[in-house]
């Protein structure tokens, strides 16, 4: 007989073990995104680890953000980040998403990806190389296990 | 809905979607599994660029003109150099110019090759996929040996390059290409004969030669459409005066002939690199730097991986130029490609697409003017309440 508590702490266990990702780019130069697709391709192939790219928000357990968010795509950005299920974490790739980068200033843009939705962590870099992506995504690992389990 | 045919669905594909990896939004009219209609809608990658150039130094220009788009980030380099370099008055020393060259191909080499693994991902060929990114990252670590960074190489500067080369790393080079090459002819092999590959592009999305004319397509979408279109060699720029190379034309005007040009240049690059790394001149490799330009215009074309980019600047004196706009090959090939899509399946929609080679980071910067009529004209139709906007 398994009980509710059991059957949670599956799911976490899960979640932390094969996390599984969603790419949006909200205005990049492609840059950024290119170097997360190459880090899920053989030469570093996070696939290893479980973590996987996903087509659709609502299988998503972590949203990957590029590019300084354009006044067009914030409004869609918001609202995939509100079609992902709880509990979701934010992670804003590159200089653009943390800060708008070179593009701050621009009438187009907002300026980094916390204008619009809440970030769990910055990985900046112009674009950030697969390795500091991989990183990012384990700092975020430990953040999600330490939210989990720690209280 | 104009038309009211009631058997003619929208079909929403993007701004996210897994088969874009931009954000970008294509309404499809269709009937049954036919497409009728193909609308793009492109705006969300936006970013005023133009607008900061302005706001801008010369000097910081070209790490903005690099970021418009991040895959093709050395043909953006070259042009805006070269169009300050032609306002300025000023000639790059010619070991530079060969040394844009080869990392101006080596660009190329990384985007055919993105390219490509992308169009077999999306043809269901996710094995392809995989090993084609796999052999691409022999040209990252070159990019990375030559230029200091992977994708963003900031190689070029105002009247030459950032870096030399020295024999060791021309010798390391020279090793890696023939290794590049027997993968490269392996993939050709595959996109050529399997049968799969084949039956999903051969005679799909047509662009007659008349049509590509018309449309002013540039680039490898008018090569495998029998238009014989190279600005490298029309109007040389860089070394390309001096380096021998074949362009690489098919008339079968199909998915296919256009990835399969794509495939072939490949190999002319990685043979152009060859040839300008063994015939590199020697001295300087960058003028004194010069900050501020005279008044002036000037424009500067060049053969971007996806087709002819333009520069044009017009400069009133001073640090920051008057204006600078930029046209880019994609903005030329998308009006023509919603065009391919009519009459094919959805299933072919991804095919075509990514035939195109879509770089809509280059594309948004220049439509605000289409976008915002467009958007006027447009709300009517934005009916599709799950996906309205504002
Ligand atoms: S951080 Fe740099 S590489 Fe990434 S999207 Fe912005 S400009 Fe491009």
Redesign the interface.
Same mark, same amino acid.
Not at chain 1, 23 to 35: K, P, T
């Given at each position: 007989m398994i009980d509710v508590y059991t059957l949670k702490r599956l799911a976490l266990w899960g979640r932390l073990r094969s996390p599984w990702i969603l790419?949006? #780019? =909200?205005? =990049?130069? #492609? %840059?950024?995104? &290119?170097?997360l697709? %190459?880090a899920i *391709? @053989? /030469?570093f192939d996070v696939e290893r680890f479980g973590i996987k790219v996903v $087509?659709s $928000?609502r299988h998503a357990d972590i949203l990957v953000v590029t590019? @300084?968010v *354009?006044r067009? %795509?914030a409004? /869609?950005l918001k609202r &995939?980040y509100e079609q992902m299920p709880n509990p979701k974490y934010v992670m804003a790739l590159g200089t653009c998403a943390c800060s708008g980068g070179?593009?701050r200033? =621009?009438? %187009?843009?907002m300026g980094g990806v916390d204008k619009v939705i809440p970030v769990d962590i910055y990985v900046p870099g112009? $674009?950030p190389?697969p390795e500091a992506i991989i990183d990012g995504i384990v700092k975020l690992l430990k953040k999600m296990e330490a939210e989990t389990y720690g209280k | 809905m104009e038309g009211s045919l009631t058997s003619i669905i929208n079909l929403i594909f993007g701004p996210q979607h897994p088969a874009l990896h931009e954000p970008e939004l294509f309404r499809f009219k269709v009937e049954g599994e036919i497409v009728v209609k193909a609308e793009p809608r492109i705006g969300y990658v936006h970013r005023g660029i133009e607008k900061l150039f302005e706001k801008n130094t010369y000097i910081k220009g070209i790490y903005l003109s690099e970021r418009i788009c991040g895959i093709c980030n050395v043909a953006h380099t070259v042009c805006y150099c070269q169009v300050v370099e032609n306002v300025m008055n000023i000639e790059p020393p010619p070991r530079a110019k060969y040394l844009r060259a080869v990392v101006h191909e080596l660009n190329r080499i990384h985007s055919h090759l993105l390219l490509l693994g992308v169009a077999a991902e999306e043809l269901g060929f996710d094995t392809l996929f995989m090993l084609i990114w796999r052999d691409r990252e022999l040209v990252m670590d070159l990019i990375e040996l030559i230029t200091g960074n992977r994708v963003m190489s900031a190689f070029n500067t105002i009247g030459g390059v950032r870096r030399d080369v020295n024999a060791e790393t021309i010798e390391k080079v020279l090793k890696v290409l023939p290794k590049l090459e027997e993968r490269v002819k392996y993939y050709r092999k595959v996109f050529e004969e399997d049968p799969t590959i084949r039956k999903r592009t051969v005679d799909v999305g047509i662009l007659p030669r008349r049509d590509a004319i018309r449309y002013c397509v540039v680039g490898p979408m008018a090569r495998g459409s029998a238009v014989d279109v190279d600005i490298r060699r029309d109007i040389p720029y860089a070394a390309y005066d001096e380096i021998p190379f074949n362009v690489i034309v098919r008339d079968e005007c199909d998915v296919w002939a256009r990835l399969m040009v794509r495939v072939d240049e490949v190999l002319e690059s990685i043979n152009i690199v060859r040839y300008a790394l063994e015939h590199l001149p020697s001295g300087q490799i960058r003028l004194p730097l010069k900050r501020s330009a005279p008044p002036g215009e000037a424009i500067s074309r060049v053969e971007a991986p996806r087709g002819e980019l333009l520069y044009h600047l017009v400069s009133k004196g001073g640090i920051t130029p008057y204006r600078l706009k930029v046209r880019t090959p994609t903005l030329a090939n998308l009006l023509a490609a919603s065009k391919l899509f009519e009459g094919h399946t959805i299933a072919d929609i991804p095919a075509i697409l990514v035939s195109i080679d879509p770089c809509f980071a280059c594309t948004d910067r220049v439509t605000l003017v289409d976008v915002k009529s467009g958007k006027s004209t447009k709300v009517s139709l934005r009916e599709l309440a799950r996906r309205g906007r504002e």
């Open positions: 790419h949006f #780019n =909200s205005g =990049s130069c #492609n %840059a950024c995104d &290119i170097e697709l %190459a *391709t @053989p /030469r $087509p $928000p590019g @300084p *354009t067009q %795509a409004p /869609r &995939i070179i593009f200033g =621009s009438y %187009a843009v112009c $674009p190389r | -």
